[in-house]
Every structure is written in C-alpha cells, then in structure tokens.
C-alpha cells in the first residue's frame, strides 16, 4: 500500500469536511461538545496551510496538520477514514512524524480527546501522557526516545520533504 502526503488545496475542502465529521462527530458528542457544520468547517480552515492529505494508492484516506514551533512539532490533528483505520497507516504516518521531529531534535506534543481510540495508536507509537483536562489528554514524544531515521519507503512523501 503506497502512502503519499500532499499539501491539501482549497478543492480538497468538502472531504476534509466529511472525514471531521465521520471521525470527530461521535467522539466531540461523547465530549458532551456539540459542533454546527459551520463550527467543523471553521475547524477545517484552521491551519489550513499545515494540512497534508494521506492518499493511499491514489485515494484520500486522512489528513494531518502539524505545525513546527520552537519548542517542537505540534500534532493539530490527524484522522484516518474509518475504511482505511486499522490497517497501519496511522503508524506509518507516527514513524514519519516521529523521524521528521528527531531529524529537527525536537520533541512531539499532541492532544486526543479522552475516549477516542486514537489515543492507543499514540501509546503504542511512543507518546506519554504528560497532562490532562476535562476534555483532552496532552501528550508527548520525546525525540531522544531514539528513533531510527529511515528513509527507505521510497512511496511515501514525508514531511521532512516539504518546505515553506
């Protein structure tokens, strides 16, 4: 399965709509958080310039937003279509993350919605949970966790090959 990253274009809009609202819709209601269509699509727009979509043998299987900031790689969001979770890609996309931050010597921060099980995916791929609020856990990967950098998925467009 060959995994690409693009930058995501204003065309790409109405399915990063509907890949928020089939990942995010039951976890945000089980938050007791309820979201107009208006309130997704501005979550949408939001760091629109650090989204890249996840393409899966040419078809559009998630997105990420990650921002680089001084004091590490922040994870916005990340969503897989739920037609293509479980089968890996949200650990390929972790090792690619987690490369691109040790190339940079710097850590990884995220928040998950408590409940959601992506929070598992995160576990499994080295974060700790390092703080808590009502709604979200916070966690972080330390990049001095020593993490190999490979660069052998000649397939897949990392984000270390993206510039400004």
């Not at 501005?42 to 001084?70: E, H, P, W």
């Not at 090792?95 to 598992?120: C, E, H, R, W």
């Amino acid at each position: 399965m060959g995994l690409t990253l693009s930058r995501a274009q204003e065309s790409d809009k109405p399915f990063l709509f509907e890949l928020r609202k089939l990942t995010m819709f039951d976890h945000l209601a089980n938050a007791g958080i309820r979201m107009s269509n208006q309130q997704h699509m501005q979550r949408v727009s939001d760091f629109f310039d650090d989204c890249y979509l996840i393409k899966t043998d040419g078809k559009n299987a998630g997105m990420i937003k990650y921002i680089d900031v001084d004091s590490g790689v922040e994870i916005i969001q990340f969503q897989i279509m739920p037609k293509y979770q479980g089968k890996g890609i949200g650990g390929r996309i972790m090792k690619q993350i987690k490369d691109y931050a040790t190339s940079l010597k710097k850590s990884i921060t995220l928040k998950v919605l408590k409940g959601n099980p992506a929070f598992n995916l995160y576990v499994k791929n080295g974060f700790q949970t390092v703080g808590e609020d009502e709604l979200e856990y916070h966690m972080e990967w330390d990049h001095l966790m020593g993490i190999q950098i490979s660069t052998s998925d000649s397939s897949f467009i990392g984000p270390r090959n993206f510039g400004p």
